[in-house]
């Protein structure tokens, strides 16, 4: 079912509870918040969910996913992220996938890997920067040939012009946002891009978990307001062919029904 969410000012950003207790004896997780002790199974969803908030919020302080490549290439992302891009990806079988944020090329390369796989698709990859050692790696990786690289400002009306050349007529998109993190700059790039997303394709904003963090390391207490989850909000809200939707897992025999992801509330349909 679609979700929808109203935007979150700083006074009601997410609290988490300040100790959390693991007791494999008892396989419990105890949660001692403001509103005093809960505690949850480890088999059930709640424990479950509990324990991936801690797991997200250490692997955050430890830099863990700055730890993995694909094909060759740094990705900078977690690595449910990644399975579920895949299943997101499958299912679109999308002409184009428009990814903003290069960084190492690792993610421009997973998507080309799986649209080869497919035989279909390319990716277009837009960066402020393409720093000279990313371009040469990108550009003599094997499956360059399903990828333009774009260099500018991902916001700028001639960058998002470039990007609508690669586009043809009646072609499906799919948009991946994953580079400067900023309310301003996401909501900027939702409203330039949305454009081209095909009905019943999606956006993903990557790093609405930031919101999640503040306090831990390389964070801002900004982070509870100025972060891609709230220009997400604030786009749906103001655009009805959008709406936030968590796609269902094609396959599922657990007991988990969410996502343990940086994106939270970053999936959005184009309805109309």
């Given at each position: 079912m679609p979700l929808h969410e109203?935007?979150?000012?700083?006074?009601?950003?997410?609290?988490?509870?300040?100790?959390?207790?693991?007791?494999?004896?008892?396989?419990?997780?105890?949660?001692?918040?403001?509103?005093?002790?809960?505690?949850?199974?480890?088999?059930?969803?709640?424990?479950?969910?509990?324990?991936?908030?801690a797991w997200l919020r250490a692997g955050w302080?430890?830099?863990y996913v700055y730890s993995f490549s694909w094909f060759g290439r740094p990705i900078i992302q977690l690595p449910e992220?990644?399975?579920?891009?895949?299943?997101?990806v499958y299912s679109v079988k999308p002409d184009v996938i428009v990814e903003t944020g290069i960084a190492h090329g690792g993610s421009a390369i997973f998507y080309a890997s799986q649209l080869k796989a497919m035989g279909k698709g390319r990716v277009v990859a837009v960066d402020i920067e393409i720093r000279k050692?990313?371009?040469?790696?990108?550009?003599?990786?094997?499956l360059f040939d399903l990828i333009t690289?774009?260099?500018g400002d991902s916001t700028a009306d001639a960058v998002v012009a470039q990007?609508?050349?690669?586009?043809?007529?009646?072609?499906?998109?799919?948009?991946?946002?994953?580079?400067?993190?900023?309310?301003?700059?996401?909501?900027?790039?939702?409203?330039?891009?949305?454009?081209?997303?095909?009905?019943d394709s999606y956006i993903v904003a990557f790093d609405g978990i930031m919101e999640q963090v503040v306090g831990a390391p390389r964070t801002d207490?900004?982070?509870?307001?100025?972060n891609p989850k709230q220009a997400v909000?604030?786009?749906?809200?103001?655009?009805?062919?959008?709406?936030?939707?968590?796609?269902?897992?094609?396959?599922?025999?657990g007991f988990v029904k969410e996502r343990v992801t940086y994106a939270p509330m970053g999936i959005i349909r184009r309805v109309r």
């Open positions: 109203s935007p979150i000012s700083p006074a009601k950003a997410i609290q988490r509870p300040a100790k959390v207790t693991i007791d494999f004896e008892t396989a419990e997780i105890v949660l001692d918040g403001p509103n005093g002790k809960v505690t949850h199974s480890l088999s059930s969803p709640e424990g479950f969910a509990a324990v991936s908030d302080d430890a830099k992220d990644m399975v579920r891009m895949q299943e997101l050692h990313n371009r040469t790696a990108i550009e003599q990786h094997e690289l774009i260099e990007v609508g050349a690669q586009i043809k007529p009646g072609e499906k998109v799919l948009l991946v946002l994953d580079s400067n993190h900023t309310k301003e700059h996401v909501l900027k790039e939702l409203n330039a891009y949305s454009k081209f997303v095909s009905v207490a900004s982070w509870t307001w100025n909000q604030e786009f749906v809200n103001q655009n009805p062919n959008f709406v936030i939707e968590e796609p269902q897992f094609p396959f599922n025999e």
